[in-house]
């Protein structure tokens, strides 16, 4: 199978490739270039089995070879073996036909971890096979930062820099990336936004004698993998709820899109999803996208669940080369609207296609902080401010025969001031992550301005000198 970018310029690349490029070298995201199709039969055989088990057969079709099947379950064995409960992704029951999908099991309490403890693995053995090493430059907004700087901390053929937006990440999720001791990770607080991070690292992508210099490859939802990962829990989850035999519902919270896309490939792959539900906070560029048709950013907003204080959604550009039937083109247009003037129009076919698949729905603050209160009184569940979001937003697509599956991303005691303040409930720390507060921090702040990133990294990574093709 080859992947094709979405600004359609860069060349085609097999699975081993995509994942160690990260952004396409034309500044667009890697795709598949035809979907592979799993039958009810093929979805079927899987029910029951290990979450493993169904993430070495979803992901296979995907790798197409270029890693020994015998490695791949074995890298999907180890990943998931990494979670506190044994069915890695389990399912809770809120209301007649509610579920909650706990995506939070891993070693850094959020949903991160289940692509991340196999990206690190895949990569790992991508490079030491050919013994090569690679830096990796991530942005984050609390989240995919501790699960990248955990699942890769101590690896031999990679460096991890970290770019996170400094005093706007929970103290629990910063700790998480800040007391790692290991040589080859670096936490970096950047004095901005999320999205200026990213900027950041696409600007680092985009300089290409930088990236070659340095040998970079990303984490974020820009690489594949982190995708093909997340498409495994939408599989379990429905077979789990009776499909292929009916169709199953999914509310996601959502910042940068890759959540969701990854629920989308589920059903290009042959899943029967009824509706995929965006949910945003008040950063509601998507919501307002699919409401009005103008993709438009404004001002990002600190909220209580600020992980998803996103306005610039990287995996939209991949939906949106689908929806516009693949136009590289037309993406490398909209794409310079949006770096020019910060806003472009969806345009009216690609509006339609994208509305036949998805809805979207906005919550308030004080709406989050009531639907906490809520599901704790009512079906006493204790959900984090980014679950409550997806919940609030669920809550209002009516009763349905489908059933809805809300994905819940992170774990509340990653936020535990916004919990108590909108319960009561201080949610403790998992023993096992109990002296994470007492820990000491090491991380470097750094001004908004690429040069000095670019600077800071290359001074300390190793693979500085070697050159990678991708
Ligand atoms: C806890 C949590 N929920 C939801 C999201 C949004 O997910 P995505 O960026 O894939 O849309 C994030 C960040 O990615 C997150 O960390
Ligand atoms: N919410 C994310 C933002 C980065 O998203 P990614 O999925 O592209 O890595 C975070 O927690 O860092």
């Given at each position: 199978m080859k992947y094709v970018s979405t600004r359609g310029l860069a060349p085609a690349l097999g699975f081993s490739d995509v994942l160690l490029a990260g952004l396409a070298r034309d500044g667009g995201l890697y795709v598949p270039e035809t979907w592979p199709s799993f039958s009810p039969t093929d979805l079927s055989a899987l029910a029951g089995k290990p979450y493993d088990e169904i993430a070495f057969t979803v992901i296979r079709p995907f790798v197409d070879g270029e890693i020994a099947d015998a490695d791949l379950a074995r890298m999907c064995s180890e990943a998931y073996a990494t979670f506190r409960h044994p069915a890695v992704a389990p399912l809770v029951q809120t209301g007649p036909n509610a579920f909650i999908l706990e995506l939070f099991h891993g070693p850094t309490l959020a949903f991160k971890d289940v692509a991340m403890q196999l990206l690190a693995r895949l990569m790992d053995h991508v490079l030491s096979k050919h013994g090569r090493r690679a830096t990796i430059v991530g942005a984050t907004s609390g989240d995919t930062g501790g699960a990248a700087i955990e699942a890769f901390r101590g690896r031999a053929s990679t460096d991890v820099f970290i770019l996170f937006p400094k005093g706007r990440v929970s103290p629990v999720q910063q700790?998480?990336?800040?007391?790692?001791?290991?040589?080859?990770?670096?936490?970096?607080?950047?004095?901005?936004?999320?999205?200026?991070?990213?900027?950041?690292?696409?600007?680092?992508?985009?300089?290409?004698?930088?990236?070659?210099?340095v040998a970079l490859s990303g984490v974020n939802s820009i690489n594949w993998a982190r995708i093909v990962a997340q498409v495994v829990y939408y599989v379990s989850a429905a077979l789990s709820l009776g499909a292929p035999a009916r169709k199953i519902s999914f509310t996601v919270p959502t910042g940068n899109f890759g959540d969701v896309f990854a629920g989308y490939v589920a059903k290009k792959i042959g899943l029967p999803i009824d509706k995929l539900i965006i949910a945003t906070n008040t950063n509601d560029i998507l919501a307002r996208a699919l409401e009005s048709g103008r993709y438009e950013t404004t001002g990002v907003v600190p909220t209580q669940s600020p992980s998803m204080d996103i306005q610039v959604s990287s995996n939209f550009e991949r939906l949106l080369f689908d929806a516009t039937g693949r136009d590289g083109e037309a993406i490398r247009r909209l794409m310079d609207g949006l770096g020019q003037s910060g806003a472009f129009t969806i345009p009216a076919a690609a509006l339609g296609a994208i509305r036949e698949e998805f809805a979207a729905g906005r919550t308030s603050e004080a709406e989050t902080a009531e639907t906490m209160r809520q599901m704790l009184a009512e079906a006493g569940y204790l959900a984090d401010p980014h679950t409550a979001v997806a919940l609030s937003v669920a809550a209002r697509q009516g009763d349905s025969a489908t059933p809805m599956v809300t994905l819940s991303t992170a774990h509340p005691a990653k936020f535990p001031a916004a919990v108590e303040a909108a319960t009561g409930v201080r949610p403790a720390l998992p023993v096992w992550l109990g002296d994470l507060m007492a820990k000491e921090e090491r991380f470097s702040v750094l001004p908004n301005d690429i040069g000095a990133i670019a600077r800071f990294v290359e001074a300390r990574a190793r693979a500085v000198g070697e050159r990678v093709e991708t």
């Open positions: 700790r998480q990336m800040t007391t790692a001791a290991d040589a080859n990770v670096h936490a970096v607080a950047v004095e901005g936004t999320f999205d200026d991070c990213q900027a950041i690292v696409k600007g680092l992508f985009n300089d290409h004698r930088f990236r070659d210099r």
